[in-house]
Nanobody
Framework: QVRLVESGGGLVQAGDSLRLSCAASGRSFGAYDMGWFRQAPGKEREFVAIIDWRGGSTHYADSVKGRFTISRDYARNTVYLQMNSLKPEDTGVYYC?????????????????????WGQGTQVTVSS
């Protein structure tokens, strides 16, 4: 079993930066793709970014491309989401997710159903 714990959320102003962390415990951190999703109030959860198990391939939602960067640290079993130039529309609960069922398989996983393990979420609020 893999357990994911997010941290790093908070209240910031438009234009500020935040770095979210997702610490993974359990088996084979380096063997599966990991992603970030977010859910704004009253809206469905949406894809933000993914990094493949090798760390060599990333993919972003158009709304965050050029502002957000996903990365992973295998020594710390942690995935990061660096968020720059934050906008009020970036406000929401950010979730980390892992595709632990697909070890060693890279894919552009932008759908919730493509992940089988989720964290509890961390709140990000961007004021204007």
């Amino acid at each position: 079993q893999v357990r994911l714990v997010e941290s790093g959320g908070g209240l910031v102003q438009a234009g500020d930066s935040l770095r979210l962390s997702c610490a993974a415990s359990g088996r084979s951190f380096g063997a599966y793709d990991m992603g970030w999703f977010r859910q704004a109030p009253g809206k469905e959860r949406e894809f933000v970014a993914i990094i493949d198990w090798r760390g060599g391939s990333t993919h972003y939602a158009d709304s965050v491309k050029g502002r957000f960067t996903i990365s992973r640290d295998y020594a710390r079993n942690t995935v990061y989401l660096q968020m720059n130039s934050l906008k009020p529309e970036d406000t929401g609960v950010y979730y980390c997710a892992a595709a632990t069922y697909a070890t060693g398989i890279s894919s552009v996983r932008s759908q919730e159903g493509q992940y089988d393990c989720w964290g509890q979420g961390t709140q990000v609020t961007v004021s204007s």
